[in-house]
């Protein structure tokens, strides 16, 4: 094997890594639906195919060398097991569409699903919600994802931004890494918590002014924009991720 092989491998290999351990850590933030939704990652190196975990293990049973590798159509081009067809078409459109979806985390999630069930869906009630609020699509339930026809418009109403509410249905977040979608689902998910425990304490909640809105949308974007210095890409957060996982389920690597 010469060296730009060696490099890809290697790569792989860390890419294999990388999305084990985003299906152990959603398992243990507790936003799994038994089997169900799907994490993926774009081989390195290649547009035409993604990793995925496969269609029968638990999110916390997924390990490195678990993960199906499949091309844009979902033919299993290495690795064994079934791959979930909801997966295929949401999963397979993005990656082969969106430029900056080297990473897409889906979500069945409590909070998420609740929010996704609101008419106004996420609202800015708060710093957390704003930090993504200025970053999100709407794209309309249509029925289970099993029908190639819905791509186009899952892609047309997600346009540029980088999370998705799946209108009664889940939540999904894109990045250019792992660790970039990860820290977005992460502060979504969040945000929707937070939201659904402001609205079940039973008072009114307080709104705040428009400017305040929109200057901390603009503070958003300089802390974790595509640019940004203080939280890059969500390097640090990631870094700080595997660590839990290497001391609580160092499993994941396997």
Known sequence: MNAPEKHLASDLRQARIDLAAACRLVALFGWTDLLATHISLRVPGRHDRYLVNPFGLLFEEVTASSILEVDLDGKIIAGDGDLNPAGTVIHGAIHGAVEQAAAVVHLHSREGVAVSCQEQGLLPLNQMALMVYGDIAYHDFQGVVLDDAERSSLLANMGDKTLLILRNHGTLA?????????????????????????????????????????????????????????????KREWAALLRRLDREAPGYRN
């Open 174 to 234: 894109v990045g250019r890494s792992m660790a970039e979608a990860f820290a977005r689902i992460w502060r979504l998910e969040r945000a929707c918590r937070f939201q659904l425990a402001a609205q079940s304490a039973g008072v009114p909640l307080r709104q705040l002014p428009a400017e305040v809105i929109a200057r901390t949308l603009e503070q958003a974007k300089v802390l974790y924009g595509p640019q940004a210095s203080f939280m890059p890409s969500g």
